[in-house]
């Protein structure tokens, strides 16, 4: 019975700020963030629904059918028990804290426990500060952008995101950060006019020809390599024969006197 009351006494904290339908998850918009998002399912169901706002003594949720379309039900509250799983993910300033525990979510949540978290979060910030963001060229943005492809079909990706991918999202926080972003900037503006990328709303699209560039760019560096090592051995070659030519005449000159 405790157990039960301790998962609805959080529950019901965390609908006091629910989430809206679409979640920023990337700065700037990410930064004002402040909000609950809360799915469960009981032990004996397999999927999780994730549930809106509290409706007197039931809960207005959402599930998923087996064609992925949301199907909006009614939970009753009488129908949370003590084998009820909650998954309760807060969404602050730029950072998610996510709590499987409803115990542990009070705890921290209440107490403000996540606050230290943060200022410990601060501090990784400031030593992340010091350091140089090193600045990827544009074929390294590339092949980064089609192994992506490769893996999610379908991505787009911004600026922002982009840069969180690189450098950790961190990065919006440093002294360099706006700088860094105008370059990515760039260097994505400068794909779709060649041709690798497509400029949709809402990021950038990896076309065909990425594969292609990215293919040809790697056969010429490879080629360039085996150039480089083709003469690396003939200088080695050289060395040889001008030692062996020496120890030749060193012998023949031994040999006369």
């Known amino acids: 019975m405790i157990k039960k009351w301790i ?18 998850l990337s ?8 909000f ?15 549930i809106k706002r509290k409706n007197g003594e039931a809960y207005d949720a959402i599930r998923w059918s087996d064609e992925g379309e949301p199907v909006e039900f009614t939970l009753l509250q009488c129908a949370i028990n003590s084998d009820t799983i909650i998954r309760i993910s807060y969404f602050y ?3 998610e804290f996510i709590y499987e525990s409803p ?27 010091r350091k140089k963001l090193v600045r990827y060229d544009r074929m390294d943005v590339l092949e980064f952008l089609v192994e992506q492809d490769i893996r999610t079909r379908n991505n787009l990706y911004g600026e922002f ?15 360099n950060g706006q700088e860094l972003r105008r ?34 760019y790697q056969n010429d560096l490879q080629k360039h390599e085996d150039a480089i090592n083709v003469g690396r051995m003939a200088n080695r070659l050289t ?17 006369s006197s």
């Open 103 to 129: 115990s542990y979510f009070l705890l921290d949540v209440l107490l403000g426990l996540y606050k230290i978290k943060i200022l410990s979060g601060h501090m990784r910030q400031a030593v992340y500060n």
């Open 183 to 216: 370059y990515l900037t760039k260097i994505l503006e400068s794909l779709v006019v060649s041709g690798e990328l497509r400029k949709e709303q809402g990021g950038y699209r990896v076309q065909p020809k990425a594969y292609e560039t990215l293919s040809q």
């Open 36 to 50: 609950f998002s809360l799915s469960a399912r009981n032990e004996d169901e397999d999927s999780d629904f994730l």
């Open 161 to 175: 995101t982009l840069a969180a991918e690189l450098y950790t999202a961190r990065w919006i926080y440093h002294p």
């Open 93 to 95: 300033k730029g950072y």
């Open 7 to 24: 998962v609805l006494i959080a529950m019901n904290v965390a609908l006091r700020r629910p989430s809206p339908n679409r979640i920023p």
């Open 27 to 34: 700065p700037p918009r990410a930064l004002r963030n402040n």
């Open 239 to 255: 060395v040889i024969i001008v030692i062996v030519g020496a120890l030749s005449i060193a012998v023949q000159y031994s040999l």
